[in-house]
């Protein structure tokens, strides 16, 4: 199974930026859709964007024009670069495929607060 490592989260005040990282094990990355989603205290795991192998992007229209999704094949990474960030970004940010395939990592924390 293949696993995955989050990180780069931390305590931002609000406004501020934040780049998270996940780095993937397997030879099969470069195939996949990838995604990264986050989970508030109590509120189920929502989806805030993927890429797929050829670099397109979507994003969830809470976060559009503020994150940017971009994935190195080369370094079987993604990255999830956060501007402009907001109270209501505060939670755990997981990345996985887009299918959900992988084994969950440990998530990284966002808290944005002044």
């Known amino acids: 199974q293949v696993q995955v490592v989050e990180s780069g989260g931390g305590l931002v005040q609000p406004g501020g930026s934040l780049r998270l990282s996940c780095a993937a094990s397997?030879?099969?990355?470069?195939?996949?859709?990838m995604a990264w989603y986050r989970q508030a205290p109590g509120k189920q795991r929502e989806l805030v964007a993927h890429?797929?192998?050829?670099?397109?992007?979507n994003y969830a229209d809470s976060v559009k024009g503020r994150f940017t999704i971009a994935r190195d094949n080369a370094k079987n990474t993604v990255y999830l670069q956060m501007n402009s960030l907001k109270p209501e970004d505060t939670a755990v940010y997981y990345c996985?495929?887009?299918?959900?395939?992988?084994?969950w990592g440990q998530g990284t924390q966002v808290t944005v607060s002044s």
């Open positions: 996985n495929t887009l299918r959900q395939n992988y084994s």
């Open positions: 890429i797929t192998s050829g670099g397109s992007t």
């Open positions: 397997g030879s099969s990355f470069r195939l996949w859709t």
